[in-house]
């Protein structure tokens, strides 16, 4: 059974940083590829970003694009997000998941995903 868990959340100040870590277990990494999204109270889940199964192909929604960086560590099974010059509105909990092609991430169609981590930007 594919499992995911991600940490590195946390409180930070606007125009802060933080590194999001997704680690795999029970599987390899490089057989998926691996989505993260975001969802806030009150509001739609949002796609962020997306790294293809070999790492070749990465995509970002508008809202992070020049801010936030999708990699991944297959010697480590993790899926990392760098995220830089947070604001307000990045306030959410942050899922990183398992997508069996580029279709099933433009719905946000996964098949796993992890428990969440909390990312609150406040002054």
């Known amino acids: 059974q594919v499992q995911l868990v991600e940490s590195g959340g946390g409180l930070v100040q606007p125009g802060g940083s933080l590194r999001l870590s997704c680690a795999a277990s029970?599987?390899?990494?490089?057989?998926?590829?691996i989505g993260w999204f975001r969802q806030a109270p009150g509001k739609e889940r949002e796609g962020i970003s997306y790294?293809?199964?070999?790492?070749?192909?990465?995509n970002y929604a508008e809202s992070v694009k020049g801010r936030f960086t999708i990699s991944k560590d297959n010697a480590k099974n993790t899926v990392y997000l760098q995220m830089n010059i947070l604001k307000p509105e990045d306030t959410a909990v942050y899922y990183c998941a398992t997508f069996p092609n580029w279709g099933s991430w433009s719905r946000l169609d996964f098949d796993s995903r992890g428990q969440g981590t909390q990312v609150t930007v406040s002054s």
């Open positions: 029970r599987f390899t990494l490089d057989n998926y590829a």
């Open positions: 790294i293809s199964r070999l790492g070749t192909s990465k």
